[in-house]
T-cell receptor, first 112, second 110 residues
């Protein structure tokens, strides 16, 4: 049972445009959500997070939006840069910020 | 430099052999985790440990074992009972806000 879903396995965006990565979850107990970025043969690195008491969190070019009623969150990258090309994982946790459930990832390619 | 060290980066074993993957952290984190990454399946939790001398099974613990004798170390043994051991293994530790990952070990069993 996949509790965190990233339905788009890949996304291609032109440099300078907005990248929107989506994530859906089914467990209503999840209250903290994170996005990780992963390059090949490396471990994921933490990008941005959001608590369920908020609906938006912004950090530079990265913004995460949370729609609790729809059990949906999205990561916006504006403007997209070639260095953003990576696999992005959505993750969620309930009650503790440590035992995370991950989505299957979306591979973002930013083209010139 | 504070961080998580996984070694080796690549590991090859014959089927039927047990193999131990190393994970060391100097971040002074209490909690440590082992995840496995397979194509199209994201990251799945194998085992985790919230404190020294204690650990719990994750979602896919069958065929694996761990120990947590020291705060800094959380080795993972892939036993011959694990049916599909070839994968990319990631170790992580946490400070209650987010997981910090090592660079992984790619295990190939033939």
């Amino acid at each position: 049972d996949q509790q965190v879903k990233q339905n788009s396995p890949s996304l291609s965006v032109q440099e300078g445009r907005i990248s929107i990565l989506n994530c859906d979850y089914t467990n209503s107990m999840f209250d903290y959500f994170l996005w990780y970025k992963k390059y090949p043969a490396e471990g994921p690195t933490f990008l941005i997070s959001i608590s369920s008491i908020k609906d938006k969190n912004e950090d530079g070019r990265f913004t995460v939006f949370l729609n609790k009623s729809a059990k949906h969150l999205s990561l916006h990258i504006v403007p997209s840069q070639p260095g953003d090309s990576a696999v992005y994982f959505c993750a969620a946790t309930a009650g503790t910020a440590s035992k995370l459930t991950f989505g299957t990832g979306t591979r973002l390619q930013v083209t010139l | 430099d504070g961080g998580i060290t996984q070694s080796p980066k690549y590991l090859f074993r014959k089927e039927g052999q047990n193999v131990t993957l190393s994970c060391e952290q100097n971040l002074n984190h209490d909690a440590m985790y082992w995840y496995r990454q397979d194509p199209g399946q994201g990251l799945r939790l194998i085992y985790y440990s919230q404190i020294v001398n204690d650990f719990q099974k994750g979602d896919i613990a069958e065929g694996y074992s761990v120990s947590r004798e020291k705060k800094e170390s959380f080795p993972l043994t892939v036993t011959s009972a694990q049916k599909n051991p070839t994968a990319f293994y990631l170790c992580a530790s946490s400070s209650n806000s987010a997981l910090h990952f090592g660079n992984g070990t790619r295990l190939t069993v033939t």
